[in-house]
């Protein structure tokens, strides 16, 4: 099982792919898992399943979101699996931080209190370009195979800029091509002692080829070396930089202009003294990190949110001239290419209409295409899945794939709350079976060490390529909330005053009226005596009808009607209109 938390993305133009951190510790973003499980085919799901929660829960992250037949996939080229029970699964948006640090960080024996794992400063390591938590875990057999046992592997990857001001040292060019450095610039921390569980710390500083080559260039301008004396003493002291920290071992690689390890064990040093190391330049020197054979990139193309295209570009560089080189004799030179591409169910991919570009120019996929594996993908059910094994001739400069694909449509209880943000196909795998990337020493009893041992394994060139961020066809999320809001207005306005009509309370209004129509009738009464003494009529004849009832003591007034129906009428056309 190996299972990875990383955050940014690895530069293979500047940082290099040719080499055993490239290729074995580089990650896509986010959350990426894969298992082997030894168990029957039956049971596979149920064990991944199982996996993604415990382990959801052990590192603080969404990685069970996995457990969906949607999220994961069953693989057969890509990780050299053909039993069938392996499942690979990334999380591309998955967000790394602190909390799944830590949880990480106490599976070490002494965490992060003693020994080199006092160097994992927190901000130090989040203001990095480039950050990638692995772990590795598989059991081992031993050859009697009654006594196995589980061995754990943790892995953390970090790209970091030295900070020239914080480390006070310059050079002595203006051009500042490289800036110096030491550990305590960098990671803010010195290393106090070694962990008392461990049986071995070092720390290993690497001169990559490039380096290497310039360096000796650089003593042959100066005529201080010899031309051949190129041994690894003499690279203790040389022109081009100075450490603060002597080294007790310098392995070289068995091959000329190689790479160059300085080894420094931490248990020389006692708990009161501190190792920093630290890295002074003399002279400007400019190398490039060794690359992969190819370098992939992915892209999207087309315009809408109805269709598009996946194109993958692979490009030639140093490395493949170099293969050409010692593959020149006999048959024709031919580079193998490994692409596995994972897409999800709502991508709907046409696998019929796969087109390829050699050298800019259309090419039959038969006559390129080795092998080709091809999983449809099932509307939530399960993703799609595309595995490639091609051939290319060593000479070809560039070769672009394509293939088209159309965009479904989600049920609105499947779009996450960022929807209108896109949609992430999860990074292609790229990998070179015929390239390794290893390091090679002559001394034997390297392999005592887990480290050493660990950069001489041939582990193959592989790399990952962009997130893709797809667009879908998203609903107005605030339209229903303008809807719902509106229509409750009218409904509580229309509903407010029809209740206010039922509920009104008529028969108080009544006696209201009743006692200001009795105070005027005792007036209208003895203006009626006053005149009918005048007149010489009697008080009974002349005494006036009591008036008829005003209209607005009845129960339903025309006016109130009115009012009813024209509040009913805007609410009909309100809805009418708003559907």
């Not at 380096?211 to 690279?235: H, P, R, Y």
């Not at 000329?256 to 390890?261: F, V």
């Not at 080709?372 to 993703?383: A, H, L, T, Y």
Request: proline letters at 6%; glycine letters at 6%.
């Amino acid at each position: 099982m190996e299972l990875s938390f990383t955050q940014g993305r690895w530069n293979y133009e500047r940082w290099g792919g040719f080499d055993p951190i490239s290729s074995s510790n580089a990650k896509p973003p986010g959350v990426e898992l894969w298992a082997i499980f030894d168990v029957p085919p039956l049971q596979v799901d149920a064990s991944w399943k199982n996996l993604t929660h415990a382990l959801s829960g052990l590192f603080c992250a969404s990685i069970n979101f996995l457990e969906s037949s949607t999220s994961y996939s069953a693989p057969k080229w890509a990780f050299q699996s053909d039993l069938g029970s392996l499942r690979y699964g990334t999380l591309p948006r998955e967000a790394v931080c602190t909390e799944n640090l830590t949880p990480w960080l106490k599976l070490l024996p002494c965490r992060d209190k003693a020994g080199i794992s006092t160097l994992m400063d927190r901000p130090s390591i989040y203001r990095s370009f480039y950050h990638s938590q692995r772990l590795h875990l598989r059991s081992s057999i031993a050859e009697d195979r009654l006594n196995s046992r589980i061995i754990l592997e943790q892995t953390l990857t970090v790209v970091l800029q030295p900070d020239t001001q914080r480390a006070g040292m310059n050079y002595v060019s203006e051009s500042k091509l490289q800036p110096s450095w030491s550990l305590s610039s960098i990671f803010g921390r010195k290393i106090n002692g070694r962990c008392v569980l461990a049986k071995s710390s070092n720390v290993y500083l690497q001169l990559e080829r490039g380096l290497v080559t310039e360096l000796e260039n650089l003593q042959k301008d100066a005529a201080i070396f010899a031309a051949n004396d190129t041994g690894s003493e003499d690279f203790r002291r040389n022109i081009g930089f100075e450490l603060s920290v002597n080294p007790s071992k310098v392995h070289k690689e068995v091959e000329r202009s190689s790479s160059i390890l300085y080894e420094y064990p931490i248990k020389e040093y006692k708990d009161s003294e501190q190792f920093d190391l630290g890295l002074t330049w003399k002279h400007p020197l400019v190398w490039s990190s060794p690359h992969a054979p190819l370098y992939a990139s992915r892209f999207l193309t087309g315009s809408g949110n109805e269709r598009g295209a996946i194109a993958i570009s692979l490009k030639s560089t140093e490395s493949t001239q170099g293969f050409v080189a010692a593959n020149n004799v006999g048959e024709r030179c031919k580079l193998q290419v490994n692409i596995l591409q994972m897409v999800p169910w709502y991508i709907k991919v046409y696998y019929h209409t796969l087109q390829l570009f050699v050298d800019e120019k259309p090419q039959a996929v038969t006559d390129f295409v080795e092998r080709m594996r091809v999983s449809p993908s099932e509307d939530k059910v399960s993703p799609g899945l595309m595995e490639l094994i091609l051939k290319f001739p060593c000479e070809a400069k560039s070769a672009v794939l394509n293939i088209d694909f159309d965009k479904g449509f989600l049920h609105i209880d499947e779009y996450p709350p960022d929807a209108n943000q896109g949609f992430d196909i999860p990074s292609a795998i790229i990998s070179f079976p015929e390239f390794h990337a290893g390091l090679q020493f002559s001394d034997n009893s390297l392999r005592k060490s887990p480290m050493l041992s660990k950069f001489q394994e041939k582990n193959h060139v592989l790399s990952y390529t962009e997130v893709l961020l797809v667009p879908l066809t998203t609903p107005d999320f605030s339209m229903p909330y303008n809807v719902i809001t509106i229509t409750c207005t009218v409904f509580a306005l229309y509903f407010g005053s029809l209740l206010n009509v039922l509920r009104r309370r008529v028969g108080e209004e009544e006696r209201l009226l009743k006692k200001k129509d009795a105070k005027k009738g005792v007036l209208l009464q003895v203006l009626a005596k006053l005149s009918a003494k005048f007149r010489g009529r009697s008080s009974e004849s002349a005494q006036p009808q009591s008036p008829p009832p005003p209209p607005s003591s009845s129960f339903v007034s025309p006016k109130l009607v009115f009012k009813v129906l024209l509040v009913a009428g805007v609410a009909v056309t309100w809805q009418y209109y708003s559907q």
